[in-house]
T-cell receptor
Framework: DQQVKQNSPSLSVQEGRISILNCDYT??????FLWYKKYPAEGPTFLIS?????DKNEDGRFTVFLNKSAKHLSLHIVPSQPGDSAVYFC???????????FGTGTRLKVLA | AAGVIQSPRHLIKEKRETATLKCYPI?????VYWYQQGPGQDPQFLIS???????DKGSIPDRFSAQQFSDYHSELNMSSLELGDSALYFC???????????????FGPGTRLTVL
């Protein structure tokens, strides 16, 4: 049972435009959501997070939106840059557990 | 800044052999997590340790075992290796009680295990 889903396996965006990566979840107990960026053969690196009590968090070019009623979150990257090309994972976490649940990842390609 | 260290970075083994993967968490981090990522798959949680005790268990095969030592480093031992064990194995560390407060996980670079 996939509790965290990223339904778009890949996304291509022109440099300078907005990249929107989506993530859906099923477990209403998740407290925190995070986005990780991963280059091939490297470990995931943390990008941005959001608590379930918020609906938006912004950090530079990255903004995460959370819609709890829809159990949906999205990551916006504006403007997109070629160096943003990577696989993006959303992950969810519940207080009281010792693990993150990862989505299946979306491969973003930013075209120069 | 110090990061999570994993060794070896690459490992090639034959079927039915054993392998040991090591993880050295960020200094003062007391929680270690192990993930397995197969080709084209998302990271799957295997097992975690807090203060040298197993804290949670995921989809870890019985052929695998792990422990966290007094210096907080952790080792993942894999026996009777199968072709399907070929994957990237990530270790992550965090500090504090994950159950009481949000703690970001910092990931190591991964160990790529290839089973021939």
């Amino acid at each position: 049972d996939q509790q965290v889903k990223q339904n778009s396996p890949s996304l291509s965006v022109q440099e300078g435009r907005i990249s929107i990566l989506n993530c859906d979840y099923t477990n209403s107990m998740f407290d925190y959501f995070l986005w990780y960026k991963k280059y091939p053969a490297e470990g995931p690196t943390f990008l941005i997070s959001i608590s379930s009590i918020k609906d938006k968090n912004e950090d530079g070019r990255f903004t995460v939106f959370l819609n709890k009623s829809a159990k949906h979150l999205s990551l916006h990257i504006v403007p997109s840059q070629p160096g943003d090309s990577a696989v993006y994972f959303c992950a969810a976490f519940t207080s009281g557990t010792y693990k993150y649940i990862f989505g299946t990842g979306t491969r973003l390609k930013v075209l120069a | 800044a110090a990061g999570v260290i994993q060794s070896p970075r690459h490992l090639i083994k034959e079927k039915r052999e054993t392998a040991t993967l090591k993880c050295y968490p960020i200094p003062r981090h007391d929680t270690v997590y192990w993930y397995q990522q197969g080709p084209g798959q998302d990271p799957q949680f295997l097992i975690s340790f807090y203060e040298k005790m197993q804290s949670d268990k995921g989809s870890i095969p019985d052929r695998f075992s792990a422990q966290q030592f007094s210096d907080y480093h952790s080792e993942l031992n894999m026996s009777s290796l199968e072709l399907g064990d070929s994957a990237l194995y990530f270790c992550a560390s965090s500090s504090g009680l994950a159950g009481s407060t949000y703690n970001e996980q910092f990931f190591g670079p991964g160990t790529r295990l290839t089973v021939l």
